[in-house]
């Protein structure tokens, strides 16, 4: 009898979960137990074959919740003016190890575990394959039922202002401090040329290279990526550690090496350029500072849960990619 009512309380407690819609770590503990030990092999296997993937898998998590939230919108494949060809979301790549994941997760356990989550767990994932932190995922996110390429009209781009960055950011309830800290998540990963051609040989106002790059720098660049030259030519955004997830660079920002033209503007603004600094001690007077780990694994948790719809509010796709 005891077995009978304590089978029938978790019972009752996970329908509870489901109405009131909350995220909670260990969310698919009872529904399915092997979600995340799933997805963590799915994402091991595909950084083994391409230690790029990791980068991928976390860019994908980013440019998912800036759209409609975090909900799997970006994965939906309908056509031509489905979210994922939107111009913001140029070189998002990872669909396939997503798919993957959910495949064995849909053999494993049918219809319980959302793209949503997935692309959550995946991203945590390659984070701690690429020596970051390793940290706990709250879940029980929903999949959307919109996916348009118009909605992501209003991704941050490389091109903006530091101001026009702030606004973006504090409109999905993120601070100059999440600014900072997810822009360092280009600790890992490469660019494209295409992504540096104006900031190289057409920097506004007046033409010419960006002032603000380092001129070391800026001959390498102009090296690896010459005027008129194949724009698909990728280089580390982190110059000298690009395959590693620690804080160089943030060293590199404050020091004229920011690759990125939005890495940059982090520099030029005396609250961004403060936060940086706090992680080097520059003017604090404690024996120890903020720890950058703590405050990134913050910040892409608190990213995690804009917009997600919970509860009764939709439901797992059997497959990512169509509703």
Known sequence: MALVLAMALAMVLAVAQEVEGQLM??????TCPQAEP???????EAILSDTNMAPVLLRLHFHDCFVEGCDGSILIENGPSGERHAFGHQGV??????EKAKAELEAACQGVVSCADIVALAARDAIAMAGGPAYEVPTGRRDGVVSN???ADDMPDVSNSIQQLKVKFMRKGLTEKDLVLLSAAHTIGTTACFF???RLYNFFPGGGSDPAINP?????????CPQNGDVNVRLPIDQGSGQAFDLHILQNIRNGFAVLESDAKLNEDALTRGIMDNYFGFFSNLPFGPSFEA?????ILKMGQIGVR????????????SF
């Open 310 to 321: 919970t509860g009764f509010q939709g439901a797992p796709r059997r497959v990512c990619a």
């Open 25 to 30: 770590v260990g969310f698919y503990g009872e």
């Open 93 to 98: 790549g990872g669909f396939e190890v997503i």
């Open 149 to 151: 390429m118009s909605l």
């Open 216 to 224: 070391t720098l800026l001959v390498e660049l102009k090296q690896k």
């Open 295 to 299: 405050d990134f694994v913050e910040a």
């Open 196 to 198: 540096l051609t104006k």
């Open 38 to 44: 799933i997805v963590r092999n799915v994402v091991r």
